[in-house]
């Protein structure tokens, strides 16, 4: 029972749904073959409700990640991450180092909401959205349009180099190497202006990191949807590595239904299997060959499953052909497969502690994130007292410190702001009470505070300091500080 | 066995380095950084750039100390071993060895 579950995850390594055909030794000796050797995988192309989900899906993340770039907003990139300038442009809002909260909560929603998903329906992330998947899929589909499909690539690669080959392979590098370039190119317009970023490219007068960082994604895309492939997937990514853990007998697996299809074998199309003492399956091999990571799903259930439901698709056509239901491989979890439970028994079971613990986590970091988002005020101060001068006593018998205003505009108008302070009778700005501040810029002022002496009680006392747009009342921050004056005798 | 150490020892702390990258040029600004007590004059962009490399320089003399400490006590005292002397988890347990 162990070799198909062995390596699923060791958490909570989901056992049974299916046992292993392949003795224990004779899976140890492949692994060992891929370990050292990887055996270059021809994926067969497919076709199905599945597949036209990943495609739609494809389509559906690229035009986002090649499209997003172009969008105009305020008359500029509307999604920019200016790495020089060290702001971060996402449509009407603008982001600096400070506000790495967010960056920070995005990414714990990001991490909740792929445990929840996973503890759900497994690997869809994997099998759908990953944008190793994606380049996979996309490199692939340019591979068939000059190669063919499995049996032509097969035989291409085991045919001598001749002219007719050398074009071919040819004309897929050149293919490949152009949609990575131009995958390179995206990826470094997401941190530089893209529209200037592609003038430098037309007129040959890129800057060499733009140039190198532009090769170097192009060189990463190329090299693992073109070459690497199943083997990023199998030995480089964590995530595959860890999923397992949040596997439980209730999560959404492609299985095998082994008691319908064993014993499996080859027979006619008119023939009766149960005569024949035969199961459903057909040994026809589909499922194996449009595995892009080249297993036996009929092993049960492996780590190095995707979760990409090609197999599915596949299995339901041979089922079609020969005129048997459909489901042979399904989606389907461990526990619906012992109990040979339908849709309803599955969605049932999607309500269980694993998923509400992953939820609530994740509907409370959405929240907060929102209520933080939506209260976060465009402007900032930071209030640094004047180390060089405590304080100093001036005309009228007034004290006098010194502070340094920090100030941020984060928002993308210029705006003109009111410096106020409270806190002890008679407290007053001295310096230029109003500071005009450019659009999405920070300023420091230094700023003169002066308190009557009959007011000051000796030691520190504490003030307010406030800063309020001089249009928009609601653009005001309030910082606390300490005024220091000199302890007065016989106290 | 060759490649395989490299893939370990660069993968590993290539994905470090995203992370190194991000967190630490968040918390500081390249335009604040001082070198030897000078302001450091260069642009941002290298040093993102050049301090990404830096971070995964670092991860890979990690990476590369792992794998290099991990050696089994056979592998140390005996090895390249005849293939029918290879211990139990040998990675090569069978064929020629140290390719």
């Known amino acids: 029972m162990t070799p198909p579950a062995r390596d699923a995850g060791k958490g909570a390594a989901p056992a049974v749904p299916l046992r292993a055909t392949a003795s224990a030794a004779a899976r140890e000796e492949q692994e060992h073959g891929l370990f050292e050797v990887r055996k270059k995988i021809y994926p067969r192309a497919v076709t199905g409700s599945f597949a036209t989900w990943r495609w739609a899906l494809v389509w559906f ?10 969008l105009a907003w305020n008359d500029r990139q509307a999604v920019l991450f200016d790495l020089a300038a060290r702001k971060f442009y996402i449509f009407g809002l603008v982001f600096w180092p400070q506000d790495f909260i967010y960056l920070t909560l995005l990414l714990v929603t990001a991490a909740v909401a792929l445990f929840l998903f996973t503890a759900v329906a497994g690997r869809l992330w994997c099998g759908y959205a990953c944008p190793q998947t994606v380049y996979t899929e996309i490199f692939l589909w340019i591979e068939r349009v000059f190669e063919g499909d499995r049996n032509a690539r097969t035989k291409l690669d085991g045919a001598p180099l001749t002219a007719r080959k050398l074009g071919i392979k040819a004309g897929k590098h050149f293919a490949w190497v152009a949609f990575a370039l131009w995958t390179g190119f995206t990826f470094v317009g997401y941190f530089t202006p893209i529209k200037e970023l592609g003038g430098e490219v037309l007129s040959l007068a890129l800057g060499p990191w733009q140039m190198f960082w532009i090769f170097f994604y192009g060189f990463a895309t190329y090299g693992n949807a073109g070459w690497m492939r199943e083997q990023v997937c199998k030995y480089m990514c964590p995530y595959a590595r860890f999923q397992g853990a949040m596997f439980d007998q209730d999560t959404l697996i492609i299985a095998y239904d082994r008691e319908r299809g064993e014993p499996r074998g080859a027979r006619g199309k008119k023939a009766d299997p149960k005569s024949l003492g035969l199961g459903a399956c057909v040994d026809c091999n ?12 009929r092993d049960g259930l492996q780590y190095e499953c995707i979760g990409c439901a090609a197999c599915i698709d596949g299995c339901d056509q041979v089922m079609e052909k020969m005129g048997y239901p459909k489901g042979l491989i399904r989606y389907s979890t461990e526990h619906a497969m012992q109990e040979n439970a339908g849709v309803t028994g599955i969605v049932n079971r999607f309500i269980r502690p694993r998923t509400l613990v992953y939820a609530t986590i994740l509907a409370t970091v959405v929240v907060a994130g929102a209520v933080a988002l ?28 010194v502070y340094r205003l920090q100030v941020m505009n984060a928002t993308e108008s210029a705006h003109r702001y009111r410096i106020a302070v409270e806190g002890i009778n008679g407290i007053r700005v001295a310096s230029e009470a109003v500071i005009e501040m450019a659009p999405a810029s920070t300023r420091a002022f230094p700023i003169r505070i002066r308190v009557p002496g009959a007011e000051a009680k000796g030691g520190s006392q504490k003030i307010v300091i406030s800063v309020t747009a001089e249009d928009a009342a609601d653009l005001q921050v309030r910082e606390a500080a300490a005024f220091l004056s000199p302890r007065k005798e016989g106290k | 066995m060759f490649t395989q150490r490299i ?3 660069l993968w590993p702390a290539f994905l470090v380095a995203c992370g190194m990258e991000v967190v630490i040029f968040t918390l500081f600004d390249p335009a604040d950084l001082h070198f030897f007590g000078e302001p450091l004059e260069a642009s941002r962009m290298t040093v993102y750039s050049v301090g990404f490399f830096v971070f995964w320089a670092l991860g890979a003399a990690s990476s590369f100390l792992t794998c290099f400490l991990q050696r089994s006590p056979w592998e140390v005292n005996r090895c390249p071993l005849p293939a029918t002397e290879r211990p139990e988890g040998c990675p090569k347990r069978e064929g020629p060895c140290c390719d």
């Open chain 1, 374 to 401: 939506w209260m976060r005020v465009p402007l900032k101060v930071d209030v640094i007292r004047d180390r060089g001068a405590l304080v100093r006593e001036v005309e009228d018998g007034e004290l006098e410190n």
């Open chain 1, 286 to 297: 589909i499922c194996v060959q449009v595995c892009p990571t080249g297993i036996d799903i």
């Open chain 1, 61 to 70: 993340t690229q035009v986002i990640f090649y499209g997003l770039p172009w």
């Open chain 2, 7 to 9: 893939a370990w020892i």
